[in-house]
């Protein structure tokens, strides 16, 4: 069982940055590769970025690629999200995931899941 907390959300203006977190609990967060979606209101969940579980290969969205960059620390249990140059439809609830030893962009590659944070960006 993996109980997963995120952090860091919140308002910005277009082009500033953020930080997102995601404290994980259990001994097999080494384990597992970790994930970040986002859902916009009125739309589906979709891929932000992942990271495998040793953190050397990491998986991001077109939409993103350049601007978000997935890490991890396996010693805090905790991936992070770094965003920059936040633009307008970066606007959403962003959650962490964990999975399992494999990169997945599916919302299916993973079994626990967040409560999610907001982020909202205006122009």
């Known amino acids: 069982q993996v109980q997963l907390v995120e952090s860091g959300g919140g308002v910005v203006q277009a082009g500033d940055s953020l930080r997102l977190s995601c404290a994980a609990s259990?001994?097999?967060?080494?384990?597992?590769?970790m994930g970040w979606f986002r859902q916009a209101p009125g739309k589906e969940r979709e891929f932000v970025g992942s990271?495998?579980?040793?953190?050397?290969?990491?998986l991001h969205a077109d939409s993103v690629k350049g601007r978000f960059t997935i890490l991890r620390d396996n010693a805090k249990n905790t991936v992070y999200l770094q965003m920059n140059s936040l633009k307008p439809e970066d606007t959403a609830v962003y959650f962490c995931?964990?999975?399992?030893?494999?990169?997945?962009?599916?919302?299916?590659?993973?079994?626990?899941w967040g409560q999610g944070t907001q982020v909202t960006v205006s122009s």
């Open positions: 995931a964990a999975g399992q030893t494999y990169l997945g962009d599916r919302v299916s590659d993973y079994a626990y």
């Open positions: 259990g001994r097999t967060f080494s384990n597992r590769a």
């Open positions: 990271i495998i579980r040793g953190g050397s290969t990491t």
